[in-house]
């Protein structure tokens, strides 16, 4: 069964930094596209980042520059490092996994999701 | 970058109703399109992909329709499990992977 637990959120002053992780089970983090969405409070979703199978990334422009996407393929656990934060960044952080249904792949699709890790940017 | 809006942004609808919500993209994404389903508090759901794709064990009342700049999410007879927030999102120049604004579906 695939499951996805993110941690690493909290409550951290405008300027900081603060890394979440989501721990992956059932499948090989390096084998898939995975993602970073979030949700401020009461909002819609917002992509975030990615990173594929082959390893490229690619980010929102909202945090390109200040967020970096990573895994550790020993631990398959997949990272967001977020810098220079601002209130805006404040949210609830998804990681998400593509789509893998019957014999077809759908990498822009996300199937599987985290419970979500809540990041309060406030002083 | 490709825009996604969403209208009804929500609608209120009984128990049986059919319930129709469209999305329509700023530019032509062929098939390039999802939707998911989200409730209070917990993390969205696939339901539709490649616009009409019914991902499995999703009930057969949910159904999507389109292509290029305009689709659809109808839900045949509303059942009390499916009030909720529906999102739409755009597939096609990935990334990013945008969503719509949503469609809160409520209880009439």
């Known amino acids: 069964e695939v499951q996805l637990v993110e941690s690493g959120g909290g409550l951290v002053q405008p300027g900081g930094s603060l890394r979440l992780s989501c721990a992956a089970s059932?499948?090989?983090?390096?084998?898939?596209?995975m993602s970073w969405v979030r949700q401020a409070p009461g909002k819609g979703l917002e992509w975030v980042s990615v990173?594929?199978?082959?390893?490229?990334?690619y980010y929102a422009d909202s945090v390109k520059g200040r967020f970096t996407i990573s895994r550790d393929n020993s631990k398959n656990t997949l990272y967001l490092q977020m810098n220079s934060l601002r209130a805006e960044d404040t949210a609830v952080y998804y990681c998400a996994r593509d789509s893998k249904e019957g014999s077809g792949w759908y990498p822009e699709y996300f199937q599987h999701w985290g419970q979500g890790t809540l990041v309060t940017v406030s002083s | 970058d490709i825009q996604m809006t969403q209208s009804p942004s929500s609608v209120s609808a009984s128990v049986g109703d059919r319930v129709t919500i469209t999305c329509r993209a700023s530019q032509g994404i062929s098939s390039w399109l999802a939707w998911y389903q989200q409730k209070p508090g917990k993390a969205p759901k696939l339901l539709i992909y490649?616009?009409?794709s019914l991902q499995s064990g999703v009930p057969s009342r949910f159904s999507g329709s389109g292509s290029g700049t305009d689709f659809t999410l109808t839900i045949s007879s509303l059942q009390p499990e499916d009030f909720a927030t529906y999102y739409c999102q755009q597939a096609n120049s990935f990334p990013p992977g945008t969503f719509g604004g949503g469609t809160k579906v409520e209880i009439k």
């Open positions: 059932g499948f090989t983090v390096s084998s898939n596209y």
């Open positions: 990173i594929y199978s082959g390893g490229s990334t």
């Open positions: 490649a616009a009409s």
